[in-house]
Structure formats: C-alpha cells, structure tokens
C-alpha cells in the first residue's frame, strides 16, 4: 500500500509553544488528508480534513485557531499545535487519501507522540 | 454521523485459539468498513475491509463478517498468535468522501 510519514515522530515542549507536525505522502498523491488526535487507552477521533489548497474542514469542539492546519501541496499537511498546554499532550496521527476514485482508501501515518511540559 | 462501538474492550486468548472480536455501527448508510490493528505507539496498521454489498470477506488467517441487518460487523482471527496482541479498532465511513470513523477499540491479549 501507499506510505504516508510524519515527523518529527515524538516532540516535548514547554508548555505556551507551538509545535508542528508534519505528514507527507511519500508515494503518491493525496487530494485529501485527515488528522486524528488519541489519548491514552482511547480510540482515533477525528479533528480535522484537509483538502489541498482549500481550508480545513474543523470536527465540533476542535479549535481551529489552536490547531492550524496548512496542506499546501498534495504530499504535504501539516498541523501546527499553537500555544500548547499539557491537555494538549497526546498522540497525532494523519491519514491520507489518494485518487478520488479510490475515495474509500485511507493511509495511516506512524503517529507523533506529543508531550507538553 | 456514524457512531461505531465495540462491545468488549479486552479480549484474551491462548495462543492457537480462534478469535472474534465484535463492532456496532450506527448509520445504516455506511456503506465500507475496515478492521485496523494497532501497536503500542504506532499508527493503525490495515488488517481487512468489506463493502455493504457483502456480507464476508476472508483474508489470510483473519475473516470479516458484516451483518447490515442488525449494522454489526466482527473480525475473526484463526490460530491466534502472541504476535496478534494489539488494540483492534473497526472504522466505518458514513458516506463517500468522508473520513473514516473509529470505534473504540478491543485489546486483544495472546498467551501462549
């Protein structure tokens, strides 16, 4: 299947900083990228879609002024965690997708594990 | 919207025994569904999918069956190995286009 990669795969920082997490799909092209945010024990939720040169598409109660999501090209998404507080702390995974004629198919990215101090 | 649940959230076995492990979905409009299995700090690794159009679906050593009736989808894993331990979630995508909706997960547990 098609790879998808994030980076850095773990990050701490102090609490009050921003952070940003990178996910890029290394073998192909994808019009549309998701993020999903998993505590502790806990299932994927949903934050946020992004569609290539558009705005991301924001789920209910996930901030968007918090949780910056950029996805400027069609390898490249990233997710900008800005002023992070230790409930922030958690591990961030991205999903992508390619062809719109595959549309069910979603790629999983390792995940970055995100410790706020 | 999709709501997807799982009914026991741990599950364990001897090594060598069959495995089920079961979902609920709420949207009787989903129309694909996918088992992931995931590792302690990594991302869902893709196990098996099913359309709504049918109602199972084998892969090596693991099989899905999908029940639109009562909208329940399990996983069957045969000859359970200690290399199966992880959490399994069952996602289901409520319509074209959208993103994948994730159930809550059952730990799977190996003992050999």
């Known amino acids: 299947g098609a790879v998808v990669s994030q980076h850095p795969s773990r990050v701490i920082c102090k609490s009050g900083t921003s952070v940003k997490i990178e996910c890029r799909s290394l073998?192909?092209?994808?019009?549309?990228m998701f993020w999903y945010r998993q505590f502790p024990k806990q299932s994927l939720m949903l934050m946020a879609t992004s569609n290539e040169g558009s705005k991301a598409t924001y789920e209910q109660g996930v901030e968007k002024d918090k949780f910056l999501i950029n996805h400027a090209s069609l390898t490249l998404s990233t997710l900008t965690v800005t002023s992070a507080h230790p409930e922030d702390s958690s591990f961030y995974i991205c999903s992508a997708r390619g062809s719109e004629e595959n549309y069910n198919e979603q790629f999983f990215g390792p995940g970055t594990r995100l410790t706020v101090l | 919207g999709e709501n997807v649940g799982l009914h026991l959230p741990t599950l364990s076995v001897q090594e060598g025994d069959n495995s089920i492990i079961n979902c609920a979905y709420s949207n009787s409009a989903s129309d694909y569904f996918i088992w992931y299995k995931q590792e302690s700090g990594k991302g869902p690794q893709f196990i098996i999918d099913?359309?709504?159009?049918?109602d199972k679906r084998q892969g090596q050593r693991v099989t899905v069956l999908l029940n639109k009736t009562v909208k329940h989808l399990s996983l069957q894993i045969a000859a359970t190995q200690p290399g199966d331990s992880a959490v399994y979630f069952c996602?289901?995508?409520?319509?074209?286009?959208?993103?994948?909706?994730f159930g809550k997960g059952t730990t799977l547990s190996v003992s050999s």
């Open positions: 099913i359309r709504s159009n049918m």
């Open positions: 996602a289901a995508l409520p319509q074209a286009g959208t993103a994948l909706i």
């Open positions: 073998d192909f092209q994808a019009t549309t």
